[in-house]
Nanobody, 124 residues
Framework: QVQLVESGGGLVQAGGSLRLSCAAS????????MGWFRQAPGKEREFVAYIRRFGISTYYVDSVKGRFTISRDNAKNTVYLQMNSLKPEDTAVYYCAADKKSSGTYDYSEYDYWGQGTQVTVSS
């Protein structure tokens, strides 16, 4: 079993930055693909980014490309999401997730473990 705990959310003005962190328990962290998802009120959960096991490959949804960066530190069992040039439409609860089977996917149903989420609010 893997436990994921997100932190770093908050309220920021449009154009600002936040860095989200997700700390994982357990010794198998480096073997998981790690993803970030978000869910705005009244909307479905949306894929944001994932990073493969050794951080060599990353993948982003088009709406965040060039603004968000996903990274991981396997020695610290932590994955990060650096968010720059934030927009009001980025407002959502952000979740990190761990996938122990695939080589990377944007399909949230493929992820095995989830954190509790952290709120990001971007004011205009």
């Amino acid at each position: 079993q893997v436990q994921l705990v997100e932190s770093g959310g908050g309220l920021v003005q449009a154009g600002g930055s936040l860095r989200l962190s997700c700390a994982a328990s357990g010794r198998a962290f480096s073997s998981y693909v790690m993803g970030w998802f978000r869910q705005a009120p009244g909307k479905e959960r949306e894929f944001v980014a994932y990073i493969r096991r050794f951080g060599i490959s990353t993948y982003y949804v088009d709406s965040v490309k060039g603004r968000f960066t996903i990274s991981r530190d396997n020695a610290k069992n932590t994955v990060y999401l650096q968010m720059n040039s934030l927009k009001p439409e980025d407002t959502a609860v952000y979740y990190c997730a761990a996938d122990k089977k695939s080589s990377g996917t944007y399909d949230y149903s493929e992820y095995d473990y989830w954190g509790q989420g952290t709120q990001v609010t971007v004011s205009s």
